[in-house]
């Protein structure tokens, strides 16, 4: 812990030395190559490394860094306390179903921590205390410590070393002067002496941790707002790498959702850039969702879109998570028998994905418009505009099958060339209907035309039109254009 | 060759064998093609549902709209994709077809490799009725890769092509030829899980465009009769 508030795991590893009171407390992987190890001095750090990155040792930081584990667990269990030395204990007594059993959730809770940048110690047992001996143990030795009978955790107990329990340890040395090293042979010392030698802590934590007293805690309460940072070790240049300290927050938010029963419809990435001779203003990643979640799946997906089509123009180094709106979690309806084609929100969402990555300009609905101009009747505005059924009905011109309109039209008309006074476009276009005459909008863009169905000699039809009113000269030979093509 | 009468016929011991002189049984879902000439000639008896077919086109604008209109409007109850065509749809005229605006999404991308990946997201969502793609190239493997993602769900999908990669070898199971033909449009089967096909088959799809109009060097069908009295008038 006091390691990793400074370079997280997923960071590269530069050599850190977090140091106390002038002496190592803790080494990364990198340093403990080159030599260092815990308790030496300032000077012998550096003579073995002299890159080494020396750091003193910041509790602040780490009070905080547990505050974001604790808020990102909240997924799993409403119940999360805080416990010295820096423990979370989590009550999943009601959980395990919901996450298919222990093993499952042990190996979620592990994977979660992971993307966090922690790398922590994890045990389960029947008792809270029992568990915090079994975690305070297997952070020294590595392994897991998983009990679920009462039984065995008594034996597990009574293996470890007694000076585990904070209230023992000033007492290190009495306790191994009367042969006494483990837990267990603590518990069979007569209790008024124990009581009377090394106060009443000791007793009751021993109490606690064999399931003989009930115990209390103090949950952890989500605050009403949502606002997490982050501070970057690097100085991240392109947008894509910022993914894994982004997913953090997202992971924050997910259990700050979960524990206020929330669904969020936007949220704010705040890029903060590095002070240079001018303060830049943060870049600012806006994310605003259709349909409300609180998973962080699909907003990862969406987010890193977005960041790769950033661009960055100073490099980053804080990253700040912000939730503008949120609402009511809205337990999903699950239907007995599923469409097979997913539901309007699978649309939704996947039309949120397209927007992420191609930009709303590029994926569009229809929204046809009553004119008789064909360019301007053909309107496509973004997909994530709200039309309503009614307005989008009433827009609907009547006689659509009445006049005969191209699927493809050409978004600038193609001046045709003349060939024995026909239109030509590869082939000699021969004319298959009588004409339609369009002559609409003296208000902006007038239109005079008249337009034809023709066939080429290929067999193709196309949809052309002949300019009436050719400028001032009226006996001009008439002008043809290509306007469309019947698909 | 003699087939002996104990050996039960090849057809009938797995869905997925069959004669060459056979049409195939589809394992996918079909949907009709509501062209009962074409639906008699294809595997199953329609455009099956989660595969890439493959449609390749002699040029832009010959009725290859036209010709997937039963299925399309079949399919437009959810939406209806198109996806980096040629030229900006007409809304109204797909309206026309029976393609209602409220399902249609037009989507454009200006890299090839964003449109293979626009594709994919639609066909693994599967919450869309059909998917239009046009590609003018497309590299075998992101063909396999797309065949493979539509093999996830339900939808349509559709892949308009020129036709110069008809030689091209392509995972689609379906693969289709359309040249513009005098009121319609000559199709080339390419592919298919059955025999071999050399003649094109022709489909009508022209005149329902065209008889709105009375055409003007059409033959008059009822010769004039009289330039008199009618004859109902003369007693």
């Known amino acids: 812990m006091p390691i990793e508030v400074f370079c997280p795991n997923w960071s590269s590893d530069a050599g850190t030395v977090v140091l106390e009171q002038e002496r190592v407390l803790a080494v990364s992987p990198l340093a403990r190559a080159a030599g260092v190890q815990v308790g030496m001095r300032r000077g012998g750090v550096l003579m073995l490394m002299p890159d080494a990155r020396l750091v003193e040792r910041d509790v602040l930081r780490e009070a905080e860094a547990l505050h974001a584990v604790a808020m990102a667990l909240l997924q799993y269990t409403p119940l999360v306390a805080q416990a010295e030395e820096s423990i979370l204990l989590l009550d999943i007594g009601a959980s395990l179903r919901l996450f298919g059993g222990i093993r499952a959730l042990c190996h979620q809770v592990r994977a979660d921590l992971r993307t966090l940048g922690f790398s922590a110690a994890l045990s389960c047992a029947p008792t809270a205390r029992g568990a915090w001996l079994l975690a305070r143990n297997n952070g020294h030795r590595g392994g897991h410590g998983r009990v679920v009978k009462m039984a065995s955790l008594v034996r597990r107990l009574d293996r470890l070393p007694g000076t585990l329990a904070p209230p023992a340890r000033p007492f290190a040395a009495w306790f191994e002067g009367l042969g006494c090293f483990s837990l267990g042979d603590m518990r069979r010392l007569p209790r008024p002496g124990l009581q009377r030698r090394c106060g009443r802590a000791l007793l009751d934590m021993l109490d606690a941790a064999y399931g003989m007293t009930a115990e209390l805690f103090q949950w952890l309460e989500a605050p009403t707002s949502f606002h997490a940072k982050l501070e970057l070790f690097d100085r991240v240049e392109h947008a894509d790498a910022l993914l894994y300290a982004a997913q953090r927050l997202l992971l924050q938010l997910t259990g700050w959702l979960c524990a206020r029963q929330l669904a969020v419809l936007r949220i704010t990435f705040y890029l903060e850039h590095e002070r240079g001779k001018v303060a830049r203003a943060p870049t600012l990643v806006d994310i605003a969702l259709a349909e409300a979640t609180w998973r962080d799946e699909h907003l990862v997906r969406l987010l890193k879109e977005r960041l790769a089509k950033l661009e960055l123009d100073a490099p980053v180094i804080g990253l700040a998570l912000e939730a503008l709106q949120v609402q009511p979690m809205a337990p999903p309806s699950e239907s007995l028998f599923p469409e097979p084609g997913g539901s309007e929100e699978d649309c939704v969402r996947m039309f949120e994905l397209l927007v992420a990555r191609l930009g709303p300009e590029n994926v569009l609905q229809a929204v046809p418009y009553p004119d008789y101009r064909p360019d301007l009747a053909n309107i496509w505005v973004p997909v994530q505009q709200a039309i309503r059924p009614s307005v989008r009905a009433a827009q609907m011109p009547d006689a659509i099958h009445t006049f005969p309109r191209p699927e493809w039209l050409l978004a600038k008309p193609i001046a045709l060339l003349m060939r024995d006074h026909r239109p030509f476009y590869g082939s000699p276009l021969k004319m298959a209907t009588n004409a339609e005459r369009i002559e609409a909008g003296w208000w902006n863009q007038m239109q005079t035309r008249d337009y034809f169905i023709a066939q080429g000699q290929d067999h193709a039809l196309y949809w052309v039109y002949r300019e009436r009113i050719v400028g001032s000269h009226l006996d001009r030979d008439p002008r043809w254009f290509l306007h469309g093509l019947f698909a | ?235």
Request: glycine share 6%.
């Open chain 2, 1 to 235: 060759m003699i087939v002996p009468q104990n050996h039960p016929a090849p057809e009938s011991l797995h869905p997925s064998l069959w004669r060459a002189s056979q049409l195939a049984h589809s394992s996918a879902r079909c949907v009709d093609t509501g062209h009962p000439t074409l639906s008699s000639q294809l595997p199953g008896g329609g455009w099956p549902t989660g595969t890439l077919i493959d449609l390749l086109l002699q040029q832009t604008g010959i009725g290859e709209l036209r010709l997937l209109r039963p299925a399309l409007a079949a399919a437009a109850s959810r939406r209806i994709v198109l996806l980096q065509p040629p030229h900006a749809p007409q809304a109204l005229a797909l309206a026309a077809l029976g393609l209602p605006p409220s399902q249609l999404v037009w989507i454009r991308s200006t890299r090839s490799a964003d449109t293979l990946w626009a594709a994919e997201q639609v066909l693994r969502s599967g919450s869309c009725g059909a998917l239009l793609l046009w590609q003018n190239h497309a590299r075998s493997e992101s063909l396999r890769r797309l065949h493979l993602a539509a093999q996830c769900g339900e939808t349509l999908f559709f892949m308009l092509r020129p036709l110069s990669s008809a030689q091209d070898a392509s995972p689609a199971p379906l693969r289709l030829s359309l040249r513009p033909a005098a009121g319609g449009v000559n199709i080339g089967f390419v592919k298919r899980r059955g025999p071999q096909r050399d003649a094109p088959l022709f489909l009508p799809l022209n005149h329902s465009l065209l008889q709105r109009h009375a055409s003007l060097d059409r033959p008059l069908s009822v010769p004039v009769a009289h330039r008199g009295l009618l004859p109902e008038l003369v007693q």
